[in-house]
């Protein structure tokens, strides 16, 4: 076998959520002249929904396909179980889960090779022929034992497997890595020749680089995978969700395991060790680890033994944002749970090295490495989903997935049978209760955002993006964690514990979704004539507003993404852009929780070309709308520099308020803070001049947002700041302001910056974690009724 180096360190700590829309080629490019491919996808999946021919051809019926797998990612293996599973003889089968990260040893991650190595375009091809190696590889070898690769999407694949042994994967995955290595080589080459031609010096560079690390003809990619085998018994979802979940963990416990063998400090070898995880057996390949109850029960211990190693240290000592804290904060008796502002930051990569006259007796790199091995441990729950566990054990989701096979089965009969058009149609729109239309960026269902959207020459894109909906999901990990740690659940139990963990960020997500949709009606009842001329002026110029004014449904649509919200809309909302976001600023879900967003808005036009009709006109629409979506994105992130600052000069509050002498002085600190409203603005780019601008300034202001360049931004005359008032910013006026508070607090706090306090929880965060464990304890009784229950004799 090839040597086998460690995966990179620089492997995302969670193992499925990845940042979508700027990972994913297909909803993302770089190139400002062709939309990204989700828009002609889109457009030709919308003429087969409107069409409804039920006699389609061989193309359309493999497309279509492909679409609603797309959209039941668990659907295709559920059908290759059943057939597995029927034909095995000793009724038990495997699933392979490989999971390929943002970021990898050598630039091979996706996010590597989209920024900078390949670009956008030419990793899609890439990506393409992973996929296509992964097939040729994992394939089925007749009656005897042999694969059927079940799914894959730019991100991971899923391979059912029979009569399979760790070594035969080992074997493999070598062969995988050889065509990887071939297939990167031939992409890399074109890179090589666009990057001469734009003289791109940097990208050049690494492209070279990644060349020279590939001449070795056993190279392994780094890449994690997961194994899972059960014997086959009960109903097929069930069993297909509990070989995903498992396989799942295996390659979150390939992924701590690689985590605790780096590890360099003497707290780290320890706390990662002892788990049953360190080593493979012979022959095995070390990137893979089969899932066991037992040690992953025991490395999900070491979630709580770590924190429990830090918090009794002057490790739990943190110097976030140039201000000290702590890493786990006191929430009630002896229980202890990261702070905010620590899983921010040891996710960004962010932790700062402490002032030398601190006094503080530890190693940054010992500290770093500990609670990334902590962040690690968490994510081996990571389940990313959009359904309820009510719903995965209820009938919701096995009605659904009967539909899918029923369709499925239709779709790709050698006989053409006809296809159901109303139940397909069901399936590629509404949401997985099958009640309402939702699109979702990453499925076959996102076409009613994209193909409806570029109907339209004159559009408003909002960007919504939540505030730290990763860093809550670790909370809810945490909490998850700790009851699965005390109650060593197996099996359905430890399935159920698992979709719970993230069943209140499906019902925030789809709450927002909801409010989104509300308050958008709620303007939309206000559009009278006298909004076209804010419209208008918005545009730069004649706005084709219609008549009548559409109806609600037509003149919005909304795509849910991993943590974001997408919004085109009408150009009349022009006229309550500003209130459409303090209005969602202002809600709360669950009575207690903000919806805590921020947004980016873009004015997209595509003023017609002479001659343009059809078609064409519909390609200019794409383009422009394509690129405010990336802009109104890039946009929002501009004010994270904002919410920094905020936060910075709140913990710095803290410290005044912690003092007995000093605290008369935070209420008058508080009071400017909150006059900066720092958190009420949001980003706006294209206002006035939406005409879509030349690609040197497009490319210009991309470079900017992303740099988080806000004067820079702002001097391009395309991008403002503007209050949740309506008001554009003075920016230069607000940065001098913000550092003016934050020098007059920082001189006032002085030396106590260097005593450490337990941060103040939110109240709302609070009353989040007695939710959570209301709701478990709830549960935890009405299983130990059911339990109790006499068993009835059946004939």
Same mark, same amino acid.
């Given at each position: 076998?090839?040597?086998?180096?460690?995966?990179?360190?620089?492997?995302?700590?969670?193992?499925?959520?990845?940042?979508?829309?700027?990972?994913?080629?297909?909803?993302?490019?770089?190139?400002?002249?062709?939309?990204?491919?989700?828009?002609?996808?889109?457009?030709?999946?919308?003429?087969?929904?409107?069409?409804?021919?039920?006699?389609?051809?061989?193309?359309?019926?493999?497309?279509?396909?492909?679409?609603?797998?797309?959209?039941?990612?668990?659907?295709?293996?559920?059908?290759?179980?059943?057939?597995?599973?029927?034909?095995?003889?000793?009724?038990?089968?495997?699933?392979?889960?490989?999971?390929?990260?943002?970021?990898?040893?050598?630039?091979?991650?996706?996010?590597?090779?989209?920024?900078?190595?390949?670009?956008? @375009?030419?990793?899609?091809?890439?990506?393409?022929?992973?996929?296509?190696?992964?097939?040729?590889?994992?394939?089925?070898?007749?009656?005897?034992?042999?694969?059927?690769?079940?799914?894959?999407?730019? @991100?991971?694949?899923?391979?059912?497997?029979?009569?399979?042994?760790?070594?035969?994967?080992?074997?493999?995955?070598?062969?995988?890595?050889?065509?990887?290595?071939?297939?990167?080589?031939?992409?890399?080459?074109?890179?090589?020749?666009?990057?001469?031609?734009?003289?791109?010096?940097?990208?050049?560079?690494?492209? !070279?680089?990644?060349?020279?690390?590939?001449?070795?003809?056993?190279?392994?990619?780094?890449?994690?995978?997961?194994?899972?085998?059960?014997?086959?018994?009960?109903?097929?979802?069930?069993?297909?969700?509990?070989?995903?979940?498992?396989?799942?963990?295996?390659?979150?416990?390939?992924?701590?395991?690689?985590?605790?063998?780096?590890?360099?400090?003497?707290?780290?070898?320890?706390?990662?060790?002892?788990?049953?995880?360190?080593?493979?057996?012979?022959?095995?390949?070390?990137?893979?680890?089969?899932?066991?109850?037992?040690?992953?029960?025991?490395?999900?211990?070491?979630?709580?033994?770590?924190?429990?190693?830090?918090?009794?240290?002057?490790?739990?000592?943190?110097?976030?944002?140039?201000?000290?804290?702590?890493?786990?904060?006191?929430?009630?008796?002896?229980?202890?749970?990261?702070?905010?502002?620590?899983?921010?930051?040891?996710?960004?990569?962010?932790?700062?090295?402490?002032?030398?006259?601190?006094?503080?007796?530890?190693?940054?790199?010992?500290?770093?490495?500990?609670?990334?091995?902590?962040?690690?441990?968490?994510?081996?729950?990571?389940?990313?989903?959009?359904?309820?566990?009510?719903?995965?054990?209820?009938?919701?989701?096995?009605?659904?997935?009967?539909?899918?096979?029923?369709?499925?089965?239709?779709?790709?009969?050698?006989?053409?049978?006809?296809?159901?058009?109303?139940?397909?149609?069901?399936?590629?729109?509404?949401?997985?209760?099958?009640?309402?239309?939702?699109?979702?960026?990453?499925?076959?269902?996102?076409?009613?955002?994209?193909?409806?959207?570029?109907?339209?020459?004159?559009?408003?894109?909002?960007?919504?993006?939540?505030?730290?909906?990763?860093?809550?999901?670790?909370?809810?990990?945490?909490?998850?964690?700790?009851?699965?740690?005390?109650?060593?659940?197996?099996?359905?139990?430890?399935?159920?514990?698992?979709? !719970?963990?993230?069943?209140?960020?499906?019902?925030?997500?789809?709450?927002?979704?909801?409010?989104?949709?509300?308050?958008?009606?709620?303007?939309?009842?206000?559009?009278? @004539?006298?909004?076209?001329?804010?419209?208008?002026?918005?545009?730069?110029?004649?706005?084709?507003?219609?008549?009548?004014?559409?109806?609600?449904?037509?003149?919005?649509?909304?795509?849910?993404?991993?943590?974001?919200?997408?919004?085109?809309?009408?150009?009349?909302?022009?006229?309550?852009?500003?209130?459409?976001?303090?209005?969602?600023?202002?809600?709360?879900?669950?009575?207690?929780?903000?919806?805590?967003?921020?947004?980016?808005?873009?004015?997209?036009?595509?003023?017609?070309?002479?001659?343009?009709?059809?078609?064409?006109? @519909?390609?200019?629409?794409?383009?422009?709308?394509?690129?405010?979506?990336?802009?109104?994105?890039?946009?929002?992130?501009?004010?994270?520099?904002?919410?920094?600052?905020?936060?910075?000069?709140?913990?710095?509050?803290?410290?005044?308020?912690?003092?007995?002498?000093?605290?008369?002085?935070?209420?008058?600190?508080?009071?400017?803070?909150?006059?900066?409203?720092?958190?009420?603005?949001?980003?706006?780019?294209?206002?006035?001049?939406?005409?879509?601008?030349?690609?040197?300034?497009?490319?210009?202001?991309?470079?900017?947002?992303?740099?988080?360049?806000?004067?820079?931004?702002?001097?391009?005359?395309?991008?403002?700041?503007?209050?949740?008032?309506?008001?554009?910013?003075?920016?230069?006026?607000?940065?001098?302001?913000?550092?003016?508070?934050?020098?007059?607090?920082?001189?006032?706090?002085?030396?106590?910056?260097?005593?450490?306090?337990?941060?103040?929880?939110?109240?709302?965060?609070?009353?989040?974690?007695?939710?959570?464990?209301?709701?478990?304890?709830?549960?935890?009784?009405?299983?130990?009724?059911?339990?109790?229950?006499?068993?009835?004799?059946?004939?």
């Amino acid at each position: 076998m090839a040597e086998e180096p460690e995966p990179g360190i620089t492997i995302a700590e969670t193992t499925v959520a990845y940042d979508q829309f700027r990972l994913d080629p297909h909803n993302y490019s770089d190139d400002g002249q062709e939309p990204s491919p989700v828009w002609e996808s889109s457009e030709r999946l919308r003429e087969l929904v409107d069409k409804a021919d039920p006699n389609v051809g061989d193309t359309d019926r493999k497309f279509l396909s492909e679409e609603l797998q797309r959209q039941l990612r668990m659907l295709r293996v559920l059908v290759e179980f059943v057939k597995v599973t029927l034909a095995a003889k000793d009724k038990s089968v495997s699933l392979i889960v490989l999971l390929f990260p943002g970021e990898g040893r050598d630039n091979t991650g996706i996010k590597d090779l989209n920024d900078k190595v390949l670009g956008y @375009k030419l990793t899609s091809e890439f990506v393409a022929l992973r996929q296509q190696a992964i097939r040729d590889v994992f394939k089925d070898s007749g009656s005897g034992p042999g694969y059927v690769t079940s799914g894959q999407d730019y @991100k991971s694949a899923f391979i059912l497997a029979r009569g399979k042994t760790g070594k035969d994967l080992a074997a493999d995955l070598v062969l995988l890595d050889g065509k990887l290595r071939e297939h990167l080589l031939t992409v890399l080459a074109k890179a090589e020749d666009e990057a001469k031609k734009a003289k791109d010096t940097k990208r050049l560079d690494a492209i !070279r680089k990644l060349q020279k690390a590939l001449k070795d003809k056993k190279y392994r990619f780094d890449f994690l995978v997961g194994m899972n085998t059960i014997g086959v018994a009960g109903k097929p979802l069930t069993q297909v969700l509990l070989l995903i979940t498992e396989a799942v963990k295996g390659a979150g416990l390939a992924r701590f395991a690689a985590k605790a063998r780096q590890a360099k400090s003497g707290l780290g070898k320890g706390l990662g060790g002892g788990r049953g995880i360190e080593t493979v057996p012979k022959g095995h390949d070390s990137r893979v680890r089969e899932y066991v109850n037992g040690p992953f029960l025991r490395t999900a211990k070491a979630a709580e033994d770590i924190k429990d190693a830090v918090v009794k240290s002057n490790l739990n000592n943190v110097f976030i944002n140039t201000v000290w804290t702590k890493a786990f904060a006191e929430v009630r008796t002896n229980i202890f749970l990261g702070t905010a502002d620590m899983i921010r930051d040891v996710r960004k990569k962010l932790l700062e090295q402490p002032p030398a006259t601190s006094g503080i007796n530890f190693k940054l790199a010992d500290q770093i490495e500990l609670l990334e091995m902590w962040l690690v441990a968490l994510n081996l729950i990571d389940f990313i989903k959009e359904f309820t566990a009510a719903e995965a054990f209820g009938p919701t989701l096995d009605t659904l997935h009967t539909a899918g096979m029923r369709a499925l089965a239709k779709i790709e009969d050698p006989n053409r049978a006809p296809i159901d058009w109303p139940a397909l149609t069901k399936l590629l729109t509404l949401d997985v209760q099958q009640q309402d239309p939702l699109s979702v960026l990453g499925t076959a269902s996102e076409f009613q955002f994209y193909s409806r959207t570029s109907d339209f020459r004159q559009q408003i894109i909002f960007t919504f993006d939540v505030r730290d909906l990763g860093v809550d999901l670790m909370t809810y990990y945490e909490v998850a964690t700790r009851e699965i740690v005390f109650r060593a659940p197996s099996g359905t139990t430890l399935m159920r514990l698992t979709f !719970r963990a993230t069943d209140p960020i499906v019902l925030r997500k789809r709450f927002t979704h909801a409010s989104i949709f509300e308050v958008f009606r709620k303007y939309h009842s206000k559009l009278a @004539k006298d909004a076209q001329a804010q419209a208008h002026k918005a545009f730069g110029g004649a706005v084709a507003v219609g008549e009548p004014m559409p109806d609600f449904r037509s003149s919005v649509r909304v795509m849910l993404g991993g943590d974001e919200f997408f919004v085109s809309a009408h150009p009349l909302y022009a006229a309550h852009v500003h209130e459409i976001i303090r209005d969602l600023d202002a809600i709360v879900f669950d009575g207690d929780i903000p919806l805590n967003m921020r947004a980016g808005v873009a004015f997209s036009s595509a003023e017609p070309r002479k001659g343009a009709r059809g078609p064409t006109q @519909k390609r200019n629409n794409q383009i422009a709308h394509d690129r405010a979506m990336k802009l109104s994105g890039d946009s929002a992130g501009m004010l994270k520099q904002l919410e920094r600052a905020h936060r910075r000069i709140e913990l710095l509050i803290e410290k005044l308020e912690a003092n007995e002498k000093k605290k008369g002085k935070a209420p008058g600190y508080r009071k400017r803070l909150a006059e900066l409203r720092l958190l009420k603005k949001f980003a706006r780019v294209q206002y006035l001049r939406p005409v879509p601008i030349s690609d040197d300034l497009f490319g210009r202001l991309r470079r900017l947002l992303k740099a988080e360049d806000l004067k820079g931004a702002v001097a391009t005359g395309t991008f403002e700041l503007v209050d949740f008032d309506g008001t554009e910013v003075d920016v230069g006026k607000l940065l001098k302001r913000i550092q003016d508070l934050e020098s007059a607090a920082r001189r006032d706090v002085g030396l106590d910056n260097f005593r450490i306090d337990f941060p103040d929880v939110p109240p709302w965060v609070l009353k989040l974690i007695n939710k959570i464990s209301d709701f478990l304890d709830k549960i935890d009784e009405a299983e130990e009724k059911e339990k109790a229950k006499p068993k009835v004799a059946t004939a």
